[in-house]
C-alpha cells in the first residue's frame, strides 16, 4: 500500500518537476518581431528597457508617452499607433522592466516608484526633459503616472514636465480595485507563488484574459498569444507574483497617489469602458467623481471593458482626440 501511495505521488510530480524545469518560450509572431525590430533601447541601473518611438508630422510639437498596464506590454498601443503619430511629432511607449521585452531581472523588487523613474530616465535619454509631455495610460501605468504627477506637482523632485493625463480602466482606488483570483494568489502565496507562476500556461492565460474583455471584443487566438508571449519573453511569467506587488503599493501609498489626482491643476481626462469587472462602474466611477472635480470623462459603449484601446480603438482616440484638443 505504502509503496503504491509513493508511486503515484511520483506519477505526479514527475509532470509537475517538468514543468517546473522547463516550458519553452513561444516564437514572436511577425506583428511582434516587427514591434520588437523596430523598437529601441536604453540602460537602466543595469537593465535594458526597450520603448518603441516614432516621428509624426513635422508642423506638430506635442509628444505623447504611452504607459502600458498589467501584464501586457506596449504592443497594448498597436491599434492607435498610428492615429497617434498623426496627431503628435513624438510618440512613445516603453515597456516596463518586468514587462514585454524590457529585462525581467529576478529576484527583484518591483515598484511602481521604479518604474516612473524609468520612465524619467527614458525622457532624458531622448532629450525630452525639459519639454512638457502628454501622458496617457492604462492599468499599471495609470498608478506610474499618479507617481510622477506627484512628483511634479508635490515634491518638486520630479524630472518631468506634465502637460497633461488622461487615464483609462486603472486601480486608481484600491477601495474599488477587484483583483482577479489568480493575481490574489499570485501575490500573497509567498513560497507557493513561484511555483504557480511556472505552471500558468497559454490556456488558463486566455481564459483570465478573455474574463477582462467585453462578450462582443473578445481578442482573437493570434491576439492572445501575443500577449502570452511578450508575457513568457525572457521568462516574465517568472516575475509575475513579483511585479504584481503593485497592488499592495496601492493601498500603502493610496494618500501620496490619489491625493496628487485629485489636488492637480493639469488637464486631466479618463477614457473607461463601463464593463470593466476589475474596476466596476457602479462602484468606480462613483469614487472618481465624486473625488476627482477636475477631470472630464469619456463612457465608451456599454459593451466595452478593461482593455478599451484594444477594444474599441476607434472610440477611444476619438476620446482622446476630444480631449487633446480641447485646451
Partial sequence: MTREWWLHVALLCVPLVAVYLHVPQPQLSRALHTWRATGRSFSFRGNSIFYKEAVGPVGSSDTVVLLHGFPTSSYDWHKIWEPLKQRFHRVIAPDFLGFGFSDKPRPHAYSIFEQASIVEALLSH???????????????????????????????????AINSLCLSNGGIFPETHYPRFLQKLLKDCGFISPLLTRLINFHLFSRGIGEVFGPYTQPTEAEHWDMWTSVRFNDGNLVLDSVLQYINQRLTHRDRWVGALTSTLTPLHLIYGPLDPVNPSNQFLHRYQTLVHRSTISILDEHISHYPQLEDPTGFMNAYLSFINSF
Avoid at 531622448?126 to 512628483?151: C, F, I, M, P, W
Fill in 126 to 160: 531622448l532629450d525630452l526633459a525639459e519639454q512638457k509631455v502628454n501622458l496617457l495610460s492604462h492599468d499599471y501605468g495609470d498608478t506610474v503616472a499618479l507617481e510622477l504627477l506627484y512628483r511634479s506637482e508635490q515634491n518638486r523632485s520630479g524630472h518631468l
